[in-house]
Nanobody
């Protein structure tokens, strides 16, 4: 059973918005931290945003002020609201969840921003 399932990727024009969702198969309080990574072709994977079980957030400098990570505990879902998208935001976005000694990954969702 897949622990994390992402949705919400797609094609959007520069300046547009998308919201990614990451639905967990169990109570997200069981994860210390959840977040989003992205990887563009030919580039290293980078952490985009993270949120702890206590709600503390962290963002990459490149997305701060444009992206917002949030969590809905009742739905066991973490979201990434992406506004003012740029072509350089084009990448595969993957959800990640850290438990005590295990890191879980989602399957990834493609985000493409056209200029």
């Amino acid at each position: 059973q897949r622990q994390l399932v992402e949705s919400g990727g797609g094609l959007v024009q520069a300046g547009g918005s998308l919201r990614l969702s990451c639905a967990a198969s169990r109570n997200i309080f069981s994860f210390n931290t959840m977040g989003w990574y992205r990887q563009a072709p030919g580039k290293q994977r980078e952490l985009v945003a993270s949120i702890t079980s206590g709600g503390i957030t962290n963002y990459a400098v490149s997305v701060e002020g444009r992206f917002t990570i949030s969590r809905d505990n009742a739905k066991n879902t973490v979201y990434l609201q992406m506004n003012s998208l740029k072509p350089e935001d084009t990448a595969v976005y993957s959800c990640v969840a850290d438990a005590a000694r295990v890191r879980y990954w989602g399957q990834g969702t493609q985000v493409t921003v056209s200029s």
